[in-house]
């Protein structure tokens, strides 16, 4: 039997018909079932949420066992409703039709589907991983350095290592704070064992690559990057350290190759030591630090008056000694924890730290909950990171605090040089902790007090004291509680700089770059809400990087900044 070629086309026309039919079903019942996932979704995790945040918050500023013992059961209830092997088939089977089309949607299901991956685990292990590192993160925030059995916070230990110029008391300052390394570093280990076969039973190499793959980060991408920037910022660090050590040992009356760890004036050389003649804290040493945040940030037209009030921002016995910044329900709570005192450091903390809140305050409310939160951890750290290096730029000084011209012109080239000497230092600091994380994954049975110094050698250019086999690196908080993460630093500074290459040369219409303070710059404010807090998570990072700046995340702008 023979058809005509009109009769075939009606046939092929009514197959399209029926399959395109299909299609839209597929699609209508996929879309259906995932709305009605949505709905039973943020019904459970929105309330849970948010009182896990407020329990964790309030056990971090009290150091309260009961409310630690609280917020360990919600963050364990939390992480449970993404255990559920049901919900996640049902992820799975939507995912992988292919049929959500509409962007709000369907990035929502990336977001969720990862989030739900991530906790493919067996129950009891991941209730073991939360209750060591409640243990954990415990012993941290208890533990006070000794010296001749008096106990220091870690805030006087910093100050003991600036301040002192006895090479004695420096060596014993330091060796002492590492103590709380020896404290927990079995535990940490145990905790990186469990955190691998976790992430082997799900299919990845080793924690590490599952973290950054589960945050949408290549693994290689991320490799080449700290390649990159290795070479980048090999020769001006060894540059600026040959003149570090210069300064240092003369201060402490010994030879250069004399110069051992504690003569870095920070427990892990992750700061700039105060080698140039201007002394920021003489600045900062009679102000409201408080105050002049919340100047700073009404001025650039992200009024913060109502996150400060919510806030924990002094010492307190017992209390978390570092900083952050929480948002319990993304619906504008959002607080502050820190230990302010009138110095630089703490400028640039409180700066940081309300950038983070700014971005966490003035996100989207007509977004769903789930696209409300920043488009990745690194883009918040470089919001944060922008606005806390205010606290060191000459023009914001000048801006906010007044210093006359004069004295400016003094201080300038000084501040220009500790900017880049801190950025520089920062960075081989964080190349010592993603490859110290990245190797310690790949292989946690190595020896990893000799790896911990081979990198600090390598990177920071520091020699290990003479025959030191102590867990130093576990002396470090985010090996422990804050795993995979800080490489997200370094990467929050690099587009830090094309931030405020963008905001200087776009919005501000300057050329100076270096020079813009932003103060009293409502347009900066609006450029930030408007094309960073709004679209918040709606697209992946790099695509809301390019549509802000014109350019993805590129390490041009950093080398332009502190390098060249
Ligand atoms: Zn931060």
Not at 228 to 243: G, M
Request: aromatic share 12%; charged share 25%; net charge negative.
């Amino acid at each position: 039997m023979k058809y005509s070629k009109s009769q075939l086309l009606v046939v092929w026309l009514l197959f399209c018909f029926l399959l395109t039919l299909n299609c839209i079903s597929e699609q209508e019942k996929m879309t259906g079932k995932f709305t009605q996932f949505l709905k039973e979704y943020e019904n459970k995790v929105i309330p849970l949420s948010k009182e896990s945040n407020l329990a964790s918050f309030e056990a971090s500023i009290t150091g309260n066992d009961s409310l630690y013992k609280k917020s360990e059961q919600l963050q364990f209830e939390l992480s449970k409703i993404f255990t559920s092997k049901q919900d996640f088939a049902l992820l799975k089977e939507i995912r992988e039709s292919n049929t959500i089309t509409d962007p709000i949607l369907k990035r929502q299901l990336e977001i969720i589907y990862l989030a739900y991956l991530g906790k493919q685990l067996d129950e009891q292990k991941i209730k073991k991983i939360i209750e060591m590192q409640t243990d954990v993160e415990k012993r941290y925030n208890v533990f006070r350095t000794v010296i001749d059995g008096k106990p220091y916070t870690d805030n006087q230990i910093e100050e003991i290592l600036q301040s002192s110029t006895d090479s004695k008391v420096l060596e014993k300052a330091w060796k002492a704070s590492k103590e709380v390394g020896k404290n927990v570093a079995e535990d940490v280990l145990k905790l990186v064992f469990l955190r691998n076969e976790a992430a082997r039973d799900l299919g990845f190499d080793n924690f590490h690559t599952m973290q950054l793959q589960l945050s949408e980060q290549d693994p290689q991408e991320i490799e080449k990057l700290f390649d990159e920037l290795d070479n980048l910022t090999h020769d001006a660090f060894a540059q600026v350290k040959e003149e570090v050590d210069r300064v240092l040992a003369k201060r402490y009356g010994i030879i250069t190759e004399g110069m051992q760890p504690w003569h870095y004036q920070n427990r892990f050389f992750q700061e700039a030591p105060k080698i140039y003649s201007v002394n920021l804290d003489q600045f900062y040493k009679d102000k409201d630090i408080v105050a002049l945040t919340q100047q700073y940030f009404e001025g650039i037209g992200l009024p913060i008056d109502d996150l400060i009030a919510r806030s924990d921002l002094f010492e307190k016995e017992g209390k978390y000694q570092h900083a952050y910044c929480t948002d319990i329900d993304r619906e504008g709570d959002v607080r502050v924890v820190c230990n302010v005192k009138p110095n630089y450091q703490w400028m640039n903390t409180m700066l940081h730290e309300y950038g983070h809140a700014v971005y966490d305050k003035f996100n989207d409310r007509t977004m769903p909950y789930t696209l409300r939160g920043p488009a990745h951890t690194f883009t918040t750290e470089a919001i944060a990171m922008l606005l806390g290096s205010m606290a060191s730029n000459p023009y914001w000084l000048r801006d906010m605090l007044g210093v006359p011209p004069d004295q400016l012109e003094k201080i300038a080239q000084d501040c220009f040089k500790s900017l880049r000497l801190e950025t520089l230092v920062f960075s081989r600091w964080a190349q010592v902790m993603y490859h110290f994380e990245k190797s310690m994954y790949t292989n946690p049975e190595q020896d990893l007090n000799k790896l911990w110094w081979d990198l600090v050698e390598k990177y920071q250019m520091i020699k290990r004291p003479a025959e030191r086999d102590e867990p130093d690196w576990a002396a470090k908080i985010h090996v422990a509680l804050y795993p995979a993460y800080y490489h997200n630093y370094l990467m929050g500074n690099i587009l830090a700089s094309q931030f405020y290459y963008t905001i200087s040369r776009q919005v501000l219409r300057q050329e100076n770059v270096t020079e813009q303070s932003f103060t009293n710059h409502p347009e900066v404010g609006k450029f930030l809400d408007e094309k960073i807090f709004k679209p918040g998570a709606r697209s992946g990072w790099n695509e809301m990087i390019e549509q802000a700046t014109g350019e993805k995340l590129t390490a041009k702008y950093y080398a332009m900044q502190y390098v060249e």
